[in-house]
């Protein structure tokens, strides 16, 4: 009874089930949930793979109702489970809020430097017009006109491409194909690179648009190229995904992309994939943007994890229509 009057005290919900999903206890914090979908949050948490070969599991995120929950189940005696539940539904509105002016103050930043940008090819169309204006015969000024557009052109698509959606053409394809013809471009320009594969060759073909995950892979070689400054070792690994947050089930492959370099700051992992956010000279601070944005589409994951490795995570069916957005 002891046990049972701390559950009934405990000020987040606290359900036990049996194996086939019916509820053996909820505690009053639970019982307050009485407008959710509690079959349907039941059959997600029966359906965790770990939880059948008697593993507990902790910090899992399921969404229900547009609510969020971080869920810890662990296996009790006679095929029967404790779930623990916390609503972390505001807690990640508070965060999203909290990027959001990280953003708007990272744009605001880069649109002063857009717009200083933007102010020397104009000094230049209007300095090479003229003198075309003047000497109509020098014809090959145009050339230099239409290379100051170009640029122009290439500041502007860098803050439209974001706010495109992203429309997907999925196929099934072998992402180790995709990934060999990249090294293969790469290390013919970059001798002093050396590229190990580390692959798991029972990975079956995945559903992704194959132009845009190449694009997103390629940018992450390329960045780990710059990162090590043109020498020393970039390897790639790729395996079934067993994160217990992002692929519980083990239904997502996994792609990692170490360098040999110093790595990332710890103070700034938290903006790298903001718009326009850049640590680079001459960098837009769009490409990693892109890429979390192509990635989030599939319905995957692109994070940094540390140790200079960046990982993406697909899913190994297909979870998004195609051309959808």
């Known amino acids: 009874m002891y046990e049972k009057e701390i559950l009934e005290n405990f000020q987040e919900p606290v359900i036990v089930i049996d194996n086939e999903g019916k509820i053996l206890y909820s505690n009053p914090a639970f019982d307050s949930y009485f407008f959710l979908d509690v079959k349907k949050l039941i059959t997600e948490v029966i359906s965790i793979k770990y939880l059948k070969e008697g593993i507990s599991v902790k ?60 102010k020397g090819p104009l000094t230049g169309i209007k300095a090479a017009t003229q003198f075309l204006k003047q000497n109509p015969d020098e014809l090959e000024v145009l050339d230099d006109i239409l290379y100051e557009v170009k640029r122009i052109e290439d500041f502007i698509n860098q803050l439209s491409y974001l706010s495109k959606p992203v429309r997907l053409n999925l196929e099934y394809e072998n992402i180790h194909k995709i990934i060999d013809k990249l090294i293969k471009k790469y290390q013919a320009i970059y001798k002093s690179v050396k590229f190990e594969r580390v692959y798991d060759p029972s990975l079956p073909d995945i559903p992704i648009d194959k132009e845009k995950i190449t694009s997103v892979i390629e940018n992450l070689i390329k960045n780990a190229i710059e990162a090590i400054n043109q020498e020393g070792k970039i390897t790639i690994y790729t395996g079934l995904s067993n994160d ?61 994890i540390g140790n200079s490795t960046f990982e993406i995570v697909l899913p190994i069916r297909m979870e998004v229509e195609s051309n959808s957005f």
């Open 59 to 118: 910090n899992y995120i399921l969404n229900v109702d547009n609510l969020s929950f971080l869920i810890d189940v662990y296996p009790l005696e006679s095929n029967s489970f404790i779930v623990l539940i916390k609503d972390i539904t505001r807690l990640l509105k508070v965060e999203d809020e909290t990027k959001k002016e990280g953003t708007l103050t990272t744009v605001s930043k880069f649109l002063v430097e857009l717009f200083h940008d933007i």
């Open 244 to 304: 217990p947050i992002f692929s519980p089930k083990m239904n997502k492959v996994s792609i990692k992309i170490k360098d040999s370099g110093k790595g990332i700051p710890t103070e700034i992992v938290d903006k790298i994939f903001l718009p326009f956010f850049t640590t680079k000279q001459f960098g837009s601070g769009v490409g990693l943007a892109n890429a979390y944005n192509v990635v989030k589409s599939h319905k995957g994951v692109l994070r940094y």
